[in-house]
């Protein structure tokens, strides 16, 4: 489980494709107190580090699935990608987002990009079969990012982001028609599903 609140921006070193995509990234995270085994959600997927090394600078290794592939933006990533990246949520940790659990839903496009004060308000278009499942002043992470929605019209639903968020995140580059890992809300996926049962 996650929290989506970014630790970090890894880059995209290398891939590979051998059956499964594999992914190098480069991280600030000491990757000696990385396991094997170990999960890291990469722009909200939640990913299994096969292999850790330092050279030329410290990095981790990620198997991709085709089922992955199908459902994120990650078939997209090359050399060069920076990368949102946070650790798994250990007992005891402040959760500061929301429960993420880094299974992605499927993609958001960005359709609108206005500064509001300080701030960017972002205009999102969600797929017509999870846009019922985003609410207002309710929560969705976006490449892995926790984030308050502001307001929902059909398919379409907005959010602010604070210079912080786009200074420690990749969201400081953001642009029109860029397609976004989107999660929806757990909550709101148990609520649909217990609604759906009891008819």
Avoid at 88 to 94: F, Q, S, T
Avoid at 144 to 171: C, K, M, R, Y
Wanted: hydrophobic share 40%; aromatic share 6%; glycine share 12%.
């Amino acid at each position: 489980m996650f929290t989506g609140i970014i630790t970090d921006i890894g880059q995209v070193l290398a891939t590979e494709r051998q059956g499964d995509l594999t992914a190098r990234i480069a991280t600030g995270y000491d990757v000696a107190g990385i396991d094997l085994g170990a999960s890291i959600a990469c722009d909200g997927v939640c990913l299994t580090v096969v292999a850790t090394g330092t050279d030329p600078r410290p990095w981790f290794a990620v198997q991709i699935s085709a089922e992955t592939l199908s459902r994120t933006n990650l078939g997209g990533w090359a050399p060069g990608h920076r990368v949102n990246l946070e650790r798994a949520l250990r007992v005891g940790d402040e959760l500061g987002g929301h429960i993420v659990s880094g299974h992605v839903d499927g993609l958001a496009q960005v359709t609108g990009l206005r500064p509001e004060g300080d701030s960017l308000r972002v205009t999102f278009r969600a797929p017509r079969e999870l846009a019922g499942f985003i609410a207002p002043k309710g929560s969705v992470a976006l490449n892995g990012t926790s984030l308050t929605v502001n307001e929902v019209d059909g398919q379409d639903f907005g959010v602010n982001l604070i210079p912080h968020t786009q200074a420690v995140t990749t969201w400081g580059a953001v642009k029109v028609g860029d397609a976004v890992n989107l999660e929806i809300d757990t909550l709101a996926r148990y609520v649909a599903r217990l609604r759906d049962w009891s008819r």
